[in-house]
């Protein structure tokens, strides 16, 4: 049987990613790419829904594929592209928003919280249009399983919906996917400020780690991680959240669990947690680091990887856009 076709993607809106991207994203991506048909994007379209530096764009989508393939997507097995080197993704979107009722797209709350965040004057029909961009993404490989944070199971809700409305209206056409959130567990909080998700744009980096960030630099942001007064190495994200993340990242990066962590550091301090997780985090990431700049070192190597798996995506998506538009009527 073949295997199921997924489809995931992140922005490449900074430099490097962070660890909440490589802990709920990339190692379950780098887990499902097994028993999956997996498209993996880096979705540059979506990146310019807000402000961009062109130059530093570009520069960010090259460091972002090499980030992915440094952490262990394989893209060789899995399909690892650029979206806008795929044009359907742009024209499946359009088709979409012409299906997609104005108001239906204005309950999204993706948008209004990042339209109230950059201002009237910053809120474009661009970053309107974002979840038929993203429906358009998702559809065009007809993927069965959609991983994503809760954050975005409102737009793959939408997807869903939107793939119904085309197949009843046009004709069976687009693969209804399943949305697969993420587990809670998985999610990391900002070492500063342990009550809210550690994010690449968030507005102080002072509680980000960075996938690329020199060792000297994390060791010093997880030895300032805000903690509580109370102290005892506990798992209590209501009343400890900065100790439970800390516990959080250990488990998932070191591969154990929460519980033998509490028992290790039983009757010992905050610091010696730190300590501990300043050597996993390297343990981690210290090789990542060594592969990016590797892969960086070849950019017309790493172009070439991405050339020939935009064509592999290509492939599949312009099928499903050539029976979109000849549904329509195009
Ligand atoms: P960011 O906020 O860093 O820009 P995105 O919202 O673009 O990240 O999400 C990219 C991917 O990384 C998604 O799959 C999302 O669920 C995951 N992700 C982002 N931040 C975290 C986090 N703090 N904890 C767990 N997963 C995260
Ligand atoms: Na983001």
């Not at 567990?185 to 009550?195: E, V």
């Amino acid at each position: 049987m073949d295997k199921p076709r997924l489809y995931s993607g992140m922005q490449p809106s900074a430099e490097s990613l962070q660890i909440g991207n490589y802990i709920g994203a990339l190692l379950n991506w780098k887990a499902l790419q097994q028993t999956h048909d997996a498209f993996f994007s880096i979705v540059d379209l979506h990146a310019i829904t807000v402000a961009q530096d062109p130059a530093a764009l570009r520069e960010n989508t090259r460091r972002t594929a090499a980030q992915y393939i440094a952490a262990g997507i394989d893209p060789s097995a899995s399909t690892l592209y650029v979206q806008s080197h795929v044009a359907a993704h742009a024209q499946l979107a359009w088709v979409l928003n012409t299906i997609t009722g104005f108001g239906e797209a204005s309950r999204m709350t993706q948008f209004k919280d990042k339209s109230a965040r950059h201002g009237q004057d910053a809120t474009t029909v661009g970053l309107f249009a974002y979840p038929t961009l993203m429906a358009a993404d998702i559809l065009l490989y007809q993927t069965e399983i959609v991983p994503v944070g809760e954050d975005q199971r409102q737009h793959v809700e939408l997807t869903r919906d939107l793939a119904a409305r085309f197949n009843s209206r046009f004709g069976s056409t687009f693969t209804v996917p399943e949305v697969a959130i993420v587990k809670e567990t998985a999610k990391i909080y900002d070492l500063q400020n342990p009550t809210s998700k550690m994010s690449k744009s968030a507005e102080s980096h002072a509680g980000v780690i960075w996938l690329l960030d020199e060792p000297s630099v994390t060791k010093k942001k997880i030895m300032r991680a805000v903690t509580d007064a109370e102290g005892g190495v506990v798992f209590d994200r209501e009343n400890k959240p900065g100790v439970a993340n800390l516990l959080t990242i250990y488990s998932v990066l070191a591969g154990v669990t929460i519980g033998s962590l509490e028992d290790e550091y039983a009757g010992r301090g905050y610091g010696d947690l730190k300590k501990g997780l300043v050597e996993v985090v390297e343990g981690t990431f210290g090789p990542i680091r060594s592969r990016v700049i590797e892969l960086l070192d070849d950019p017309a190597e790493l172009d070439r990887l991405l050339a020939h798996n935009a064509d592999r995506a290509a492939a599949v998506a312009d099928v499903t856009l050539a029976r979109a538009y000849d549904a329509v009527g195009l």
